[in-house]
């Protein structure tokens, strides 16, 4: 059985209840609802991470002036003078 942590986290939130209490009405220990919430947090840490992204080296046309320009995903330019 897969679980979505973050709906179940989401649930817990909403019913008000102690652990102990969530965790019995969803027929669970306390602490398989404390491994759910530390699973959805680290999750969301996961999810909002940074990653790497493939960059394409362009060689620089001659009458250029030498400098490092990188174009970002969101369209940010940076130009490093060389």
Do not use: H, W
């Not at 989401?10 to 919430?37: H, I, T």
């Amino acid at each position: 059985m897969r679980i979505n942590y973050q709906e179940f986290a989401e649930a817990y939130v909403n019913s008000g209840l102690s652990r102990k209490a969530f965790g019995q009405q969803q027929g669970m220990s306390a602490n398989m609802v404390s491994y759910y919430l530390k699973r959805s947090q680290q999750s969301v840490k996961t999810a909002s991470r940074p990653s790497f992204k493939e960059i394409q080296i362009i060689s620089p046309e001659p009458e250029q002036s030498k400098c490092i320009k990188i174009l970002t995903a969101d369209g940010v330019r940076i130009e490093i003078p060389m």
